[in-house]
């Protein structure tokens, strides 16, 4: 199934996006992350690319990708235990799907997201730890209150049977409510948890900032704004509480 002239075109601006931010992270924090996203962008600017959902279906009218351990060198915190766990190395695997239709509106422009982290630290023997960030379906709840877009802790990140769990105890970490994040906020996201000197000098390139305050609008922008919409009317005039201060995120 070959994409239309005009999808195409939109999702090649989504390809050029991608690509400044290669650029401003080899620039500006690590070289050599490039790859991961440069298949992106190849996904992107392929007509014939279509992704699936999760059902095996596909809508000739979205744009997506997958980005597949992209990898980042972190340094060590000073919360970090054991202590002597060292050499830390942050793999993000995501995979994005959105309407086209709603890049400039206030619909949620997502169909689906799954944007999973590992972290990986060597002492003794090798340790993990890791989190997902995904949308869940609205329809299908299975019993259990899950916010659209949540994040949950995961105590096996690799999923091994053999995995030395000590003294964790491992059970359904709560879903936290979540804004959305595809790669441009996950970034931003990732190095001002785990790499806040990297974070202020990507704040320093004016391509990145551009960039950044851009995908908040798109994807911050109609999560927000449906969560105010629950208590309309109200009054922007009554509204005191910095939202920088809230979200120090925001650019």
Same mark, same amino acid.
């Given at each position: 199934?070959?994409?239309?002239?005009?999808?195409?075109?939109?999702?090649?601006?989504?390809?050029?996006? /991608?690509?400044?931010?290669?650029?401003? +992270?080899?620039?500006?924090?690590?070289?050599?992350?490039?790859?991961?996203?440069?298949? %992106?962008?190849?996904?992107?600017? $392929?007509?014939?690319?279509? !992704?699936?959902?999760?059902?095996?279906?596909?809508?000739?009218?979205?744009?997506?990708?997958?980005?597949?351990?992209?990898?980042?060198?972190?340094?060590?915190?000073?919360? *970090?235990?054991?202590?002597?766990?060292?050499?830390?190395?942050?793999?993000?695997?995501?995979?994005?799907?959105?309407?086209?239709?709603?890049? &400039?509106?206030?619909?949620?422009?997502?169909? &689906?997201?799954?944007?999973?982290?590992?972290?990986?630290? !060597?002492?003794?023997?090798?340790?993990?730890?890791?989190?997902?960030? $995904?949308?869940? #379906?609205?329809?299908?709840? &299975?019993?259990? *209150?899950?916010?659209?877009?949540?994040?949950?802790?995961?105590?096996? #990140?690799?999923?091994?049977? $053999?995995?030395?769990?000590?003294?964790? +105890?491992?059970?359904?970490? #709560?879903?936290?409510?979540?804004?959305? /994040?595809?790669?441009? +906020?996950?970034?931003?996201?990732?190095?001002?948890?785990?790499?806040?000197?990297?974070?202020?000098?990507?704040?320093?390139?004016?391509?990145?900032?551009?960039?950044?305050?851009?995908?908040?609008?798109?994807?911050?922008?109609?999560?927000?704004? %449906? /969560?105010?919409?629950?208590?309309? #009317?109200?009054?922007?005039?009554?509204?005191?509480? $910095?939202?920088? %201060?809230?979200?120090?995120?925001?650019?």
């Amino acid at each position: 199934m070959k994409v239309r002239n005009n999808i195409m075109h939109f999702r090649k601006e989504r390809a050029r996006e /991608l690509e400044i931010l290669g650029k401003a +992270l080899e620039k500006n924090i690590q070289s050599g992350v490039s790859s991961p996203i440069q298949r %992106a962008v190849s996904q992107l600017q $392929d007509p014939n690319f279509v !992704l699936l959902f999760k059902d095996g279906s596909t809508d000739p009218d979205i744009w997506g990708y997958e980005i597949d351990d992209f990898e980042l060198d972190i340094p060590k915190s000073r919360h *970090i235990a054991p202590n002597e766990v060292d050499n830390l190395k942050l793999s993000l695997s995501l995979k994005v799907i959105a309407n086209c239709a709603d890049w &400039e509106n206030l619909n949620d422009p997502l169909r &689906e997201l799954s944007f999973r982290v590992r972290i990986k630290g !060597l002492g003794d023997k090798a340790y993990y730890s890791g989190f997902h960030i $995904d949308r869940h #379906p609205i329809q299908n709840n &299975e019993g259990e *209150i899950h916010p659209i877009y949540h994040l949950q802790y995961i105590v096996n #990140p690799n999923e091994e049977n $053999d995995f030395a769990y000590g003294n964790v +105890l491992s059970i359904d970490t #709560p879903r936290v409510m979540h804004y959305p /994040l595809e790669f441009v +906020l996950g970034i931003g996201y990732l190095t001002s948890n785990f790499f806040p000197t990297a974070y202020q000098v990507l704040l320093d390139d004016g391509c990145f900032v551009n960039l950044y305050r851009c995908y908040q609008k798109r994807f911050w922008k109609p999560y927000s704004h %449906a /969560l105010a919409n629950y208590w309309k #009317p109200y009054s922007e005039v009554d509204i005191t509480w $910095d939202p920088r %201060a809230v979200c120090p995120f925001l650019v």
